[in-house]
Each structure stands twice: as structure tokens, then as C-alpha cells.
């Protein structure tokens, strides 16, 4: 099983980025998919989660409005879109496969 992400960096608060991670040696289209993240000091949080059809996704109230979960099921990934980031976004973003395994994480700094 791998899961590697990719699309983190630098911006400035307001900037937007997208996060890819993609996936191998299970059924992607059989599995609902989360991304998680977590900041120095802080746990680890939820973001988004998708089903493994990409019909019903749910996100965190911090992010709401902002960030959106999709995946593209031929290509074995999964997305995360990021727009308005805040300082408070500041994080390493994991994607995870439920009961199967996840991702080393990208880093992901909101800075002016």
C-alpha cells in the first residue's frame, strides 16, 4: 500500500493550493478517503472525507466554505483544493485510507 502526497508549500494568507495524493496496491474506488492534518503542538484533525464514489464528502467547520475533497477514481487520487488559506492552516496534510494505511504527509505553511 502506498499513498503519496503532494502540492504543499509556501503562500500568503488568501493564496490557494492543491494537494494531490495518489494511491497504490489497493482499491482505491472501494475506499472512502480522508485528509487529515496536523500542526506542531496540536492533534491531528480531520479536514475532509469523501466516499468512495465521491458523492457525499464532509469537512471540518474550520474549513468549510473554503476547501473541497474530490478524486478521481482512473487515476487512482484523490484532491484536496485549498483557497482564502490562513495562517491557522498551517499544517502537515496526510491523506488516509480508512483501516488500509496513510500517506507521509506534505508540509503546507501560511505565511505573510
Known amino acids: 500500500v502506498q499513498l503519496v502526497e503532494s502540492g504543499g508549500g509556501s503562500v500568503r494568507p488568501g493564496g490557494s493550493l492543491t494537494l494531490s495524493c495518489v494511491a497504490s496496491?489497493?482499491?482505491?474506488?472501494?475506499?472512502?478517503m480522508n485528509w487529515y492534518r496536523q500542526a506542531p503542538g496540536k492533534g491531528r484533525e480531520l479536514v475532509a472525507a469523501?466516499?468512495?464514489?465521491?458523492?457525499?464528502?464532509i469537512y471540518a467547520d474550520s474549513v468549510k466554505g473554503r476547501f473541497t475533497v474530490s478524486r478521481d477514481n482512473a487515476k487512482n487520487t484523490l484532491y484536496l483544493q485549498m483557497n482564502n488559506l490562513e495562517p491557522e492552516d498551517s499544517a502537515v496534510y496526510y491523506c488516509?485510507?480508512?483501516?488500509?494505511?496513510r500517506g507521509q504527509g506534505t508540509q503546507v505553511t501560511v505565511s505573510s
Open positions: 488516509d485510507a480508512p483501516r488500509i494505511g
Open positions: 496496491g489497493f482499491t482505491f474506488s472501494a475506499s472512502a
Open positions: 469523501i466516499t468512495s464514489a465521491g458523492d457525499n464528502t
